[in-house]
């Protein structure tokens, strides 16, 4: 009865966000429009802030309502601005416990671009301010002179698979990359014709102290066409000893019979453990279909297999997601997670209603 109770709250709520008066882009909409990361986004690599052009398809083709007067470039181009915010409201059933609901301010950034040489050297900065300060990154940005080739030095996320936004994703949270995780180090980045690819040497600390003179390796390259895209991403992080972590992993987008398919698998190996060497295989299978002019459902299917030398220890999680965006900058996500593991673990077992609102300028 009470959790009938918290789920009711939770709609309640959405139904009063969604009649109020008068929200990074994921990889659904690149392979909806058939585009690279770097054509929405300052980083070629994808997330972050938007580019001029990543702005305007959010404020003209995203929204059910285009912005009749978008924004335009900041002092001639040489300085931009932006930010995004995430506040959530979960209603959380939790097997043999109490249940939840609880508000959550999930993410706020700002970012700042310079650009010290015009269309070669940038800055950027991207601040997370709540709920807790952290500098996600921080990088100088070199392109030669045809704009195919870079490097990147500073602080940044990792190249690896799909950069989606939920870093709760087993794809994302097992794997160790994800927005919370961001290391220092340089990239090396091509962006010729359809293929995308990135090599990145950094600490391997996750953005902490390094301790040691190995360095972690970061590979992922990708061939992009108008309706399909095909990657693979190699991830080394050797330890001293016989220790340390080898991750390999494909992953690929198709835009077929007005869908957008999203899948990602993930082999992740950790050696030295006190029981040894561990196998885990991550699995991602997400649907995206358009409904109206701004919104959008989606569902995900996601697959764990924590140890492949345990029998019947899979994880398996469902997720249905409707974003609606009525307007420039404004949009609004309910979701339904349910989630399957061994009965043992309530923590595998818990589901979840969330209602989410996202601004971004």
């Known amino acids: 009865m009470q959790y009938i109770q918290t789920m009711t709250a939770g709609i309640l709520v959405a139904l009063l966000l969604v009649l109020a008066p008068p929200a990074e882009a994921e990889p659904y909409l690149a392979a909806r429009m058939g585009l690279k990361c770097m054509a929405c986004h300052v980083n070629p690599s994808g997330g972050g802030k938007r580019n001029g052009f990543g702005r305007q398809f959010g404020e003209v083709v995203l929204p059910a309502r285009a912005s009749t007067s978008p924004r335009g470039e900041l002092f001639g181009g040489r300085f931009d601005i932006g930010a995004d915010f995430r506040g959530d409201l979960t209603a959380t059933r939790i097997p043999q416990g109490d249940d939840q609901l609880a508000f959550d301010t999930r993410r706020a950034n700002i970012y700042l671009e310079a650009q010290l040489v ?25 392109w030669n002179g045809a704009h195919d080739l870079y490097l990147k030095a500073g602080r940044l996320f990792l190249p690896f698979g799909l950069r989606l936004e939920d870093d709760t994703a087993f794809i994302r949270s097992v794997s160790g990359i994800n927005f919370a995780t961001p290391d220092n180090g340089v990239e090396f980045g091509l962006e010729r014709g359809g293929w995308s690819a990135q090599l990145a040497l950094t600490n391997g600390a996750g953005g902490g102290a390094e301790t040691n003179t190995g360095k972690q390796v970061s590979l992922r390259a990708v061939h992009v066409r108008p309706r399909w895209r095909l990657g693979a991403s ?55 279909r358009q409904l109206l002019p701004g919104q959008n ?65």
């Not at 082999?267 to 040894?276: S, T, V, Y």
């Open 234 to 288: 190699i991830n080394i992080n050797d330890g001293d000893g016989d220790t340390g972590r080898r991750m390999t992993g494909m992953f690929a987008t198709l835009n077929w019979l007005g869908f957008e398919w999203l899948a990602e698998a993930d082999r992740i190996e950790d050696r030295g453990l006190p029981a040894g060497t561990i196998r885990q295989l991550a699995m991602l299978f997400e649907i995206n």
């Open 118 to 142: 015009p269309d070669r050297l940038a800055l950027y900065i991207d601040q997370q301010v709540a709920p807790a300060s952290d500098s996600r990154e921080a990088w100088l940005l070199l």
């Open 297 to 361: 459902l989606r569902l995900t299917l996601e697959h764990l297999d924590p140890d492949d030398e345990v029998a019947e220890d899979e994880r398996v999680r469902y997720s249905l997601v409707w974003e609606y965006t009525p307007m420039a900058s404004l949009q609004l996500r309910i979701g339904l997670r349910l989630a399957d593991g061994i009965p043992q673990s309530p923590s595998q077992n818990t589901d979840s209603l969330f209602v989410q609102l996202h601004g971004w300028f």
